[in-house]
Every structure is written in structure tokens, then in C-alpha cells.
């Protein structure tokens, strides 16, 4: 950053050019009074978040309703806000009627949909995703050889044979084997001109730019980071010789930028059309941020309370299931099977909870390289 800093403070010899002042206006927001507007703005921006969330989790549920089909609102005249869920088409055609009834029959299902909507972004999975297969796709290990294999496949036999090698790889490192992560791998780590250079510097660049947000506290736009690279003598001379030792020409600062965006994963630290967007173009221009509600609803809540796979922890599930709502289950990749066997005897055996006689179920399941992550939570509770 410091290069690009020194171009713009030294252009003050000549006067303050319209971007140094432009950043000295906005850099006295880190200190002054934001004042209630920027509190207003923060409230229209979390509810426009619960709304998308709601709209999206309708959408989980009731399968046959179009993307278009419904609209959601926020209405707040009277300073209590509510969220509206209403038929685009006129005279509506039941769908809400069939949503509520299918809601109310799935013993939670909304509530569970409603918190993947908030939690969980598809694009952000995938960058995630690609940049731990990158990272061990450095290591002397079976995925560098499922790769090496892709990469050297000549016709449609040994491509298809490469590419089931590869799957089933991922599937044992707990990396994800999914048609989706699958085809990202190959569309992004394993291009006809990729080879372990280019999985070093996929890792490096990803690593540099999450520890770089990391430190700075916010997130970094792809085509400035970009910038930031090129502009780095060190970066730009490195990765200018790997372009060359590829194409045998030397490329431009353009080629350059543009190169370097191509091994970029953005994420998604707030929201995208992958996961939440403001669907309603009357509503305003407030864009939905799941880490802003993240952070409003953690600070109104309890957080969900979890257990590692070690002696003893079935009792210590019932005995957190007799005051909790939900539970998370932690276990290595071997632990699969412990965890089943002993929730087949947990999910099918009722316990009384305040004279009540209540039912754990399953509310989901994740992997990924460090084991599972599995929630288990008491039917009908928790729904207010």
C-alpha cells in the first residue's frame, strides 16, 4: 500500500488533488460521532438481512414456489418493524397458505432454514473449499497425485478415470466431493495450463489476501488487491517470470492485474447474489449483511453449545440436551460411526425435559478436513 500512499501524499506540492481529498473526509469517520443516522442505517440494513433470509428460507421449504412468485417487505410506520411475505401475482394462488401449512407440519423447518439462510453462503463455501484443496494439494500426499493424474489424462477414458480418482480423493481428505466442489477444482486448480507452480501461488495469493483482511479488520475488494500485488516489485517480477516460463512472452501490467484477479477467490463476508440479495427493487438501496446480523443476533443470544467425540460424551450430550435447545456434535473424520450408532439409540428414545416428554432430532451435518460437525436439537423447541 505504501507506493500508492506516496502518489497520493506527494501530489499535495501542487495542492490537495479530489482524492487525498476525498480520503481526508473519509478517513474522519474511524473517529468522529457516526451519529443517528449511521444508527438507522445499520437497523434498515440488519432487517433488510432478516428479511432476504425469511424470503429465502420460504423458498427452502415450499419447493414449488417460483423465484418471482413472492415478495418481501419490511414495514415499520409504527416503530415496530414487521416482515412481510405476500404473492406477486394478483389475487395470490395459495402458495403462502401452502408454505404455512408445510411449516407448521415440519417441526421446525423454518427456523432451521431460516438459520442456514444467515450462515451460510454457497460462494463463500466454494472459496473456502478451493483453497484448502490448494494448500494440500502442496503436500507429497494422494490429492498431489489425483492431480498429477488429471493433469496428465489424454482422451475421454483416462479423463473420466482421472476424474473419479480425483472424487473420490477429495472424499477420503474430507475436502468436500460434491459435482459442485468437483467441478470448481477442475475449473479453477486444474486449467490445461496449470502444474504445481500455479497450485503454489493459488495458495500463496488466497493465504496473503485472507491474512491481510485478517489484520485490517475488513474485507478487501479482488481488483484492489489485485493492484496491490502488481504494484509490489517482488510480486510483480515473480509472477511476470511465471507467465512467462508458460507463454514465452513477456506480459504487460495489464496482463498482469488481469492474471492475478484469475487467482483470486472472492468470498463472501457480508452478502451476494449466492446467498442473500435485495430482491425488492422498492425497498431501497439497502444490501443485505449476514455479518452484521451475525453479530446483532450473537449479541441478543446464547450461542449453540458444543462436545468433542471423547469418553463420556453421550451423557454429556443428555446432559446439555436437558437445558439446551441445540447441541453440535464435533468429531474427527473416524468418528462417523461412533456418531451414529449412538445417535440411532438417542433419536429414537423420547426423555422428559420440564414434565415433558421431548424428541431429539438431526438438524444437520457438515464435513470438512479437520472431521464432522453434526446438530442434534430438541423437536418443536426453541420456536417461538
Same mark, same amino acid.
Given at each position: =500500500?505504501?507506493?500508492?500512499?506516496?502518489?497520493?501524499?506527494?501530489?499535495?506540492?501542487?495542492?490537495?488533488?479530489?482524492?487525498?481529498?476525498?480520503? *481526508?473526509?473519509?478517513?474522519?469517520?474511524?473517529? *468522529?460521532?457516526?451519529?443517528?443516522?449511521?444508527?438507522?442505517?445499520?437497523?434498515?440494513?440488519?432487517?433488510?438481512?432478516?428479511?432476504?433470509?425469511?424470503?429465502?428460507?420460504?423458498?427452502?421449504?415450499?419447493?414449488?414456489?417460483?423465484?418471482?412468485?413472492? =415478495?418481501?417487505?419490511?414495514?415499520?410506520?409504527?416503530?415496530?418493524?414487521?416482515?412481510?411475505? *405476500?404473492?406477486?401475482?394478483?389475487?395470490?394462488?395459495?402458495?403462502?397458505?401452502?408454505?404455512?401449512?408445510?411449516?407448521?407440519?415440519?417441526?421446525?423447518?423454518?427456523?432451521?432454514?431460516?438459520?442456514?439462510?444467515?450462515?451460510? &453462503?454457497?460462494?463463500?463455501?466454494?472459496?473456502?473449499?478451493?483453497?484448502?484443496?490448494?494448500?494440500?494439494?502442496?503436500?507429497?500426499?494422494?490429492?498431489?497425485?489425483?492431480?498429477?493424474?488429471?493433469?496428465?489424462?489424454?482422451?475421454?477414458?483416462?479423463?473420466?478415470?482421472?476424474?473419479?480418482?480425483?472424487?473420490?480423493?477429495?472424499?477420503?481428505?474430507?475436502?468436500?466431493?460434491?459435482?459442485?466442489?468437483?467441478?470448481?477444482?477442475?475449473?479453477?486448480?486444474?486449467?490445461?495450463?496449470?502444474?504445481?507452480?500455479?497450485?503454489? $501461488?493459488?495458495?500463496?495469493?488466497?493465504?496473503?489476501?485472507?491474512?491481510?483482511?485478517?489484520?485490517?479488520?475488513?474485507?478487501?475488494?479482488?481488483?484492489?488487491?489485485?493492484?496491490?500485488?502488481?504494484?509490489?516489485?517482488?510480486?510483480?517480477?515473480?509472477?511476470?517470470? =511465471?507467465?512467462?516460463?508458460?507463454?514465452?512472452?513477456?506480459?504487460?501490467?495489464?496482463?498482469?492485474?488481469?492474471?492475478?484477479?484469475?487467482?483470486?477467490?472472492?468470498? &463472501?463476508?457480508?452478502? &451476494?447474489?449466492?446467498?442473500?440479495?435485495?430482491?425488492?427493487?422498492?425497498?431501497?438501496?439497502?444490501?443485505?449483511?449476514?455479518?452484521?446480523?451475525?453479530? $446483532?443476533?450473537?449479541?441478543?443470544?446464547?450461542?449453540?453449545?458444543?462436545?468433542?467425540?471423547?469418553?463420556? $460424551?453421550?451423557?454429556?450430550?443428555?446432559?446439555?440436551?436437558?437445558?439446551?435447545?441445540?447441541?453440535?456434535?464435533?468429531?474427527?473424520?473416524?468418528?462417523?460411526?461412533?456418531?451414529?450408532?449412538?445417535?440411532?439409540?438417542?433419536?429414537?428414545?423420547?426423555?422428559?425435559?420440564?414434565?415433558?416428554?421431548?424428541?431429539?432430532?438431526?438438524?444437520?451435518?457438515?464435513?470438512?478436513?479437520?472431521?464432522?460437525?453434526?446438530?442434534?436439537?430438541?423437536?418443536? =423447541?426453541?420456536?417461538?
Amino acid at each position: =500500500m505504501m507506493p500508492a500512499a506516496r502518489r497520493v501524499s506527494g501530489s499535495r506540492r501542487s495542492g490537495p488533488t479530489p482524492l487525498f481529498v476525498e480520503i *481526508s473526509r473519509a478517513e474522519t469517520a474511524l473517529w *468522529s460521532d457516526l451519529g443517528e443516522d449511521f444508527e438507522a442505517w445499520l437497523r434498515q440494513r440488519h432487517l433488510r438481512t432478516l428479511a432476504e433470509a425469511c424470503l429465502s428460507a420460504v423458498h427452502a421449504i415450499a419447493t414449488d414456489v417460483g423465484e418471482g412468485d413472492l =415478495m418481501v417487505d419490511v414495514l415499520s410506520d409504527d416503530g415496530n418493524p414487521r416482515i412481510v411475505i *405476500s404473492e406477486s401475482a394478483p389475487g395470490g394462488i395459495g402458495q403462502i397458505e401452502a408454505f404455512v401449512q408445510t411449516s407448521l407440519d415440519g417441526d421446525g423447518a423454518f427456523e432451521r432454514a431460516l438459520t442456514h439462510a444467515l450462515g451460510f &453462503c454457497t460462494r463463500a463455501h466454494i472459496s473456502e473449499s478451493l483453497v484448502a484443496v490448494a494448500a494440500r494439494a502442496r503436500t507429497p500426499e494422494a490429492l498431489a497425485d489425483a492431480f498429477d493424474t488429471v493433469r496428465r489424462a489424454r482422451g475421454y477414458q483416462q479423463t473420466l478415470s482421472a476424474q473419479a480418482g480425483l472424487t473420490r480423493t477429495l472424499e477420503e481428505a474430507g475436502l468436500g466431493a460434491s459435482r459442485q466442489n468437483v467441478v470448481a477444482v477442475t475449473g479453477h486448480l486444474l486449467q490445461q495450463s496449470s502444474d504445481s507452480t500455479t497450485d503454489a $501461488w493459488f495458495d500463496a495469493l488466497n493465504r496473503l489476501w485472507a491474512n491481510r483482511e485478517g489484520r485490517l479488520g475488513a474485507p478487501i475488494d479482488a481488483r484492489v488487491f489485485a493492484y496491490l500485488l502488481v504494484d509490489s516489485p517482488s510480486v510483480r517480477r515473480r509472477f511476470s517470470a =511465471m507467465i512467462e516460463r508458460k507463454t514465452g512472452q513477456q506480459p504487460t501490467e495489464v496482463q498482469l492485474f488481469a492474471r492475478i484477479q484469475d487467482f483470486l477467490l472472492p468470498g &463472501c463476508h457480508d452478502s &451476494c447474489p449466492q446467498c442473500l440479495a435485495n430482491t425488492n427493487r422498492f425497498a431501497g438501496d439497502f444490501r443485505p449483511s449476514r455479518e452484521l446480523t451475525d453479530h $446483532w443476533l450473537s449479541a441478543s443470544g446464547p450461542k449453540t453449545p458444543s462436545l468433542s467425540v471423547a469418553p463420556g $460424551w453421550v451423557e454429556r450430550l443428555q446432559a446439555l440436551l436437558a437445558n439446551e435447545d441445540r447441541v453440535e456434535i464435533i468429531g474427527a473424520v473416524d468418528d462417523l460411526g461412533e456418531i451414529a450408532r449412538a445417535l440411532q439409540t438417542l433419536l429414537t428414545e423420547p426423555f422428559e425435559r420440564d414434565y415433558l416428554l421431548v424428541w431429539p432430532i438431526l438438524s444437520g451435518v457438515s464435513r470438512n478436513p479437520d472431521g464432522w460437525r453434526v446438530g442434534v436439537e430438541i423437536r418443536n =423447541m426453541g420456536v417461538r
